[in-house]
């Protein structure tokens, strides 16, 4: 079986403006290639599993969206950071009505992670979940990943505290150690 590490996008790959409607707008953050790399070598598949409900409530086409995530992957690439997928919910609770097959999917839900698994044969209690919101660590919890970690970039230190079954942490650089990518 393999192991992957899911990353949310908005606000662990992407810097998030709010909804991205162009590609454009889209803009890594400065540690994201470093931290793919580092996790190919380790032998882990990179994951991509996001929450995009401005689909469901009409801000932006699944166009739009598809060619922000082609935008995302090219500059990934060009960094020489490969993602192996990327799974999106266009749900969201305000729009039930646009696309309530997916509602499973919305993170805190583990749908997109089991998705995956099925998909890329996952070990999921050999994967981590990596985001900035409480919903993603909370998904990968309910999905039974090993690690689940909470990067809040506000932090001054890093704290390391235990939090219902989840990790806070102040960067990626943080998550590498605690996966211990050593040399990160």
């Given at each position: 079986?393999n192991?992957?590490?899911?990353?949310d996008?908005?606000?662990i790959?992407?810097?998030?403006?709010?909804?991205?409607?162009?590609?454009?707008?889209?803009e890594?953050?400065?540690d994201?290639?470093?931290?793919?790399?580092?996790a190919?070598?380790?032998?882990?598949?990179?994951i991509?599993?996001?929450n995009?409900g401005?689909?469901?409530?009409?801000?932006?086409?699944e166009?739009q969206?598809?060619?922000?995530?082609a935008?995302?992957?090219?500059q990934?690439?060009?960094?020489?950071a490969?993602?192996?997928?990327?799974?999106?919910?266009?749900?969201?609770?305000?729009?039930?009505?646009?696309?309530?097959d997916?509602a499973g999917?919305?993170?805190?839900?583990?749908g997109?992670?089991?998705?995956?698994?099925q998909?890329?044969?996952?070990?999921?209690?050999q994967?981590?979940?990596?985001?900035?919101m409480?919903?993603?660590?909370q998904a990968?919890y309910?999905?039974?990943c090993?690690?689940n970690?909470l990067?809040?970039?506000?932090?001054?230190?890093?704290?390391?505290?235990?939090?219902?079954?989840y990790?806070?942490?102040?960067?990626l650089?943080?998550?590498?150690?605690?996966?211990?990518?050593e040399?990160?």
């Amino acid at each position: 079986m393999n192991k992957a590490i899911f990353l949310d996008r908005d606000g662990i790959i992407l810097k998030n403006p709010g909804f991205i409607n162009n590609p454009e707008q889209v803009e890594l953050f400065h540690d994201i290639i470093t931290f793919i790399k580092k996790a190919r070598e380790m032998d882990y598949l990179v994951i991509v599993v996001t929450n995009q409900g401005g689909v469901g409530l009409g801000y932006i086409t699944e166009d739009q969206l598809n060619n922000t995530h082609a935008e995302m992957l090219n500059q990934l690439e060009e960094g020489g950071a490969k993602i192996d997928a990327v799974y999106y919910c266009p749900y969201h609770p305000d729009a039930p009505d646009n696309y309530p097959d997916h509602a499973g999917w919305r993170k805190p839900n583990p749908g997109m992670l089991e998705g995956a698994a099925q998909a890329f044969v996952l070990d999921l209690s050999q994967c981590v979940m990596v985001g900035d919101m409480p919903s993603d660590v909370q998904a990968g919890y309910n999905a039974g990943c090993d690690l689940n970690v909470l990067v809040d970039r506000s932090l001054v230190e890093t704290p390391y505290p235990h939090i219902e079954g989840y990790v806070v942490v102040a960067d990626l650089a943080d998550v590498a150690t605690l996966i211990q990518m050593e040399d990160y």
